[in-house]
């Protein structure tokens, strides 16, 4: 069995590792998908798969209108169609695999990965896959240019079971180059029938193969780390997802009757324009109380968003560590002084992005 027939041309290859305009660390600063969900797709049966997931596996979509064998499903539609096909006995699936071949507890295969560095890979990724790892064919010489030492570079073919996110649906078998490094015994891990989640781009004009979104685009499938993928998926495609943050604009204090009482309001700047704001209402006597608002009017009764959550990713992985001069240039030295503590403070409330080291 040749190398040539089971991996694409070097020029192929080339395209398939080359390097996007936009740095994959970054993708966290992207504008998200507009306004109107796209329909999320899933590919119809696959026929001559070697490792058929068990009964925890996507169940195949329902029959309905469909294009190249492909059915289109709405977000809601997808979620429905996976909460009633995901109970029963799993033994059979395929489960995550160590280097050293020994299988990867749901628990700890995706431990430290944190809800920045998800969507960070969800809003880089226009295709997200769910799959079995059908064959893999280890890449040499030429083709293996650029592989970082010590790593090992494959072509890996993948039986998709159901496509989580890609507005054009997907080929049920595709191909993409992954490097890989080994173990701590120096073993390369066994990749063959090991259930994954892929993050990709589309390859223009190859629809069977794909590039990975980043160096960590490869991951075991567990149920709980499908079910965050689907979960801050979702909120990224929705109508009212909350936009980009890229900075802060003009600040305001508003001093109270009593000593220590005050409203600041903080204006961001986004992507797309859209109004958001901070405000911090300090009271004697009282902790200080702040919210976020995505529109012109200001609700008393909103509050801060949870950890955890798409618009807490927008304001911790995107605001300023402190307020520029620029955004209090226009107040008094007392009231900018109280506007860049209340800045401080909500800084300190959202914590830390938490993206790990590149």
Same mark, same amino acid.
């Given at each position: /069995?040749?190398? $040539? =027939?089971? *991996?694409?041309? *070097?020029?192929?290859?080339?395209?398939?590792?080359?390097?996007?305009?936009?740095?994959?660390?970054?993708?966290?600063?992207?504008? @998200?998908?507009?306004?109107?969900?796209?329909?999320?797709?899933? @590919?119809? @049966?696959?026929?001559?798969?070697?490792?058929? &997931?068990?009964?925890?596996?996507?169940?195949?979509? =329902?029959?309905?209108?469909? $294009?190249?064998?492909?059915? $289109? /499903?709405?977000?809601?539609?997808?979620?429905?169609?996976?909460?009633?096909?995901?109970?029963?006995?799993?033994?059979?699936?395929?489960?995550?695999?160590?280097?050293?071949?020994?299988?990867?507890?749901?628990?700890?295969?995706?431990?430290?990965?944190?809800?920045?560095? +998800?969507?960070?890979? *969800?809003?880089?990724?226009?295709?997200?896959?769910?799959?079995?790892?059908?064959?893999?064919?280890?890449?040499?010489?030429?083709?293996?240019?650029?592989?970082?030492?010590?790593?090992?570079?494959?072509?890996?073919?993948?039986?998709?079971?159901?496509?989580?996110?890609?507005?054009?649906?997907?080929?049920?078998?595709?191909?993409?180059?992954?490097?890989?490094? &080994?173990?701590?015994?120096?073993?390369?891990?066994?990749?063959?029938?090991?259930?994954?989640?892929?993050?990709?781009?589309?390859?223009?004009?190859?629809?069977?193969?794909?590039?990975?979104?980043? =160096?960590?685009?490869?991951?075991?499938?567990?149920?709980?780390?499908?079910?965050?993928?689907?979960?801050?998926?979702?909120?990224?495609?929705?109508?009212?997802?909350?936009?980009? *943050?890229?900075?802060?604009?003009?600040?305001?204090?508003?001093?109270?009757?009593?000593?220590?009482?005050?409203? $600041?309001?903080?204006?961001?700047?986004?992507?797309?324009?859209?109004?958001?704001? +901070?405000?911090?209402?300090?009271?004697?006597?009282?902790?200080?109380?702040?919210?976020?608002?995505?529109?012109?009017?200001?609700?008393?009764?909103?509050?801060?968003?949870?950890?955890?959550?798409?618009?807490?990713?927008?304001?911790?992985?995107?605001? @300023?560590? #402190?307020?520029?001069?620029?955004?209090?240039?226009?107040?008094?030295?007392?009231? #900018?002084?109280?506007? =860049?503590?209340?800045?401080?403070?909500?800084?300190?409330?959202?914590?830390?992005?938490?993206?790990?080291?590149?």
């Amino acid at each position: /069995m040749t190398l $040539t =027939r089971h *991996i694409p041309s *070097i020029l192929t290859i080339s395209a398939l590792f080359a390097t996007t305009s936009v740095p994959w660390q970054q993708v966290g600063a992207q504008t @998200p998908p507009q306004a109107s969900a796209p329909a999320l797709t899933v @590919p119809g @049966p696959v026929s001559g798969q070697d490792a058929s &997931p068990g009964p925890a596996s996507p169940p195949e979509a =329902r029959p309905g209108p469909a $294009t190249d064998g492909v059915t $289109t /499903m709405t977000p809601e539609e997808l979620d429905r169609q996976w909460n009633a096909g995901s109970t029963g006995d799993s033994a059979s699936a395929p489960v995550p695999i160590r280097g050293d071949g020994a299988p990867v507890s749901s628990q700890a295969s995706d431990a430290g990965a944190g809800y920045a560095d +998800l969507a960070d890979l *969800i809003l880089g990724a226009p295709v997200i896959a769910d799959g079995v790892i059908r064959s893999t064919t280890r890449i040499k010489g030429a083709e293996a240019a650029g592989v970082a030492p010590g790593q090992t570079r494959f072509y890996v073919e993948l039986d998709v079971t159901a496509l989580i996110r890609g507005s054009n649906g997907v080929a049920p078998r595709i191909g993409y180059l992954l490097d890989v490094a &080994p173990d701590a015994n120096g073993r390369l891990p066994k990749l063959k029938r090991a259930r994954v989640l892929v993050f990709a781009r589309p390859v223009a004009g190859t629809p069977t193969q794909v590039q990975l979104a980043g =160096r960590t685009a490869q991951r075991d499938w567990t149920p709980e780390l499908d079910a965050r993928v689907r979960a801050i998926t979702k909120a990224i495609l929705a109508n009212d997802a909350p936009p980009v *943050i890229t900075g802060t604009g003009n600040a305001f204090h508003v001093p109270g009757a009593l000593p220590g009482e005050g409203e $600041t309001q903080i204006f961001l700047t986004t992507a797309d324009q859209r109004p958001v704001s +901070l405000s911090i209402l300090r009271r004697p006597g009282e902790q200080p109380r702040w919210a976020v608002a995505l529109s012109e009017i200001v609700d008393e009764a909103a509050g801060p968003p949870a950890r955890g959550t798409l618009l807490w990713y927008r304001l911790a992985c995107g605001l @300023p560590p #402190a307020l520029p001069d620029r955004s209090t240039a226009s107040l008094a030295p007392s009231d #900018a002084q109280i506007a =860049r503590d209340d800045y401080r403070f909500v800084i300190a409330a959202l914590g830390s992005c938490g993206r790990a080291p590149s």
